[in-house]
């Protein structure tokens, strides 16, 4: 929204000027700025904040000082990204539990839709049964092994020796 400076308003952008002619309250709008500030999405209090902020008084160039500035700055921005992050992860902290009970109580609700056998169960089932087969052909390959064929001879005798395929 505006930079305020007495009665001249500098806007950043049309939308904010437009919004400001229709009066509308900014911390009400979910883009703006002091609507984030105002509901705790955005750091408020922090020293880095305030050493941001502009000053309009004239220094006199000093090589030494704009090097110290510079490091300064970036020092600042450091702390700055470095305490946004901790801010951001105490505020999304319980947002994986929520949304774990969400998704669970979503399944408990629409578990009619859902089918009888997972799909992935599905797959792990069509996975093993081939397995299966590939174990027990050695074993049938032993039994069959095992069978013999008795083979009467013409003399009256019995031959063992025939296995059968």
């Not at 578990?111 to 799909?119: G, M, Q, S, V």
Request: charged share 35%; hydrophobic share 35%; with cysteine.
């Amino acid at each position: 929204m505006p930079a305020y400076s007495a009665k001249n308003k500098k806007f950043c952008r049309s939308k904010c000027h437009q919004n400001f002619k229709m009066k509308r309250n900014p911390r009400k709008l979910k883009w703006t700025k002091a609507f984030r500030k105002a509901v705790g999405k955005e750091l408020t209090v922090d020293s880095t904040l305030t050493l941001a902020a502009r000053r309009n008084i004239p220094v006199r160039y000093n090589r030494d000082l704009v090097s110290t500035t510079l490091k300064a700055m970036q020092r600042v921005s450091e702390i700055r990204a470095k305490r946004e992050r901790v801010f951001y992860k105490q505020r999304m902290a319980g947002n994986k539990e929520r949304q774990r009970t969400a998704n669970a109580k979503l399944v408990a609700e629409n578990e009619h839709l859902l089918p009888k056998i997972r799909a992935s169960e599905r797959m792990t089932e069509q996975l093993e049964e081939p397995l299966e087969e590939l174990l027990e052909l050695p074993a049938q390959k032993q039994k069959l092994a095992k069978k013999v064929k008795l083979r009467q001879l013409v003399g009256g005798g019995i031959e063992h020796e025939m296995d059968v395929d």
